[in-house]
């Protein structure tokens, strides 16, 4: 079992920056790819990042070039980092992990938190 609590959700203007936090417990030693995603009100929840244990990368289109995804294996911490923020990134956010190496973009993720609310406003 892993346990995922996110932090750094809150209100913020459109083009500013947050940086969101999920930390680890449990049977941290399985996970293999730590990432983030999302899901707007009335929409269907989205994959917004993923970086493998080797520090390999995924982003979703919308986001490339604004948000960056980080991994720190020595504490089990997986950050995101979101510049230049829209309206439309308006979310709950996510943490979510694998334990194999398996595409979380074909199979999913194994563990969820519970969220953090991002509100953008224009």
């Known amino acids: 079992q892993v346990q995922l609590v996110e932090s750094g959700g809150g209100s913020v203007q459109a083009g500013g920056s947050l940086r969101l936090s999920c930390a680890a417990s449990?049977?941290?030693?399985?996970?293999?790819?730590m990432g983030w995603y999302r899901q707007a009100p009335g929409k269907q929840r989205e994959l917004v990042a993923f970086?493998?244990?080797?520090?390999?990368?995924n982003y979703a289109d919308s986001v490339k070039g604004r948000f960056t995804i980080s991994r720190n294996n020595a504490n089990s911490m997986v950050y995101l980092q979101m510049n230049s923020l829209e309206p439309e990134d308006t979310a709950t956010y996510y943490c979510?992990?694998?334990?194999?190496?398996?595409?979380?973009?074909?199979?999913?993720?194994?563990?969820w938190g519970k969220g953090t609310l991002v509100t953008v406003s224009s």
């Open positions: 970086v493998t244990r080797g520090n390999s990368t």
């Open positions: 449990g049977s941290i030693f399985s996970i293999y790819v």
């Open positions: 979510a992990t694998r334990a194999d190496r398996r595409s979380p973009l074909i199979y999913g993720m194994d563990y």
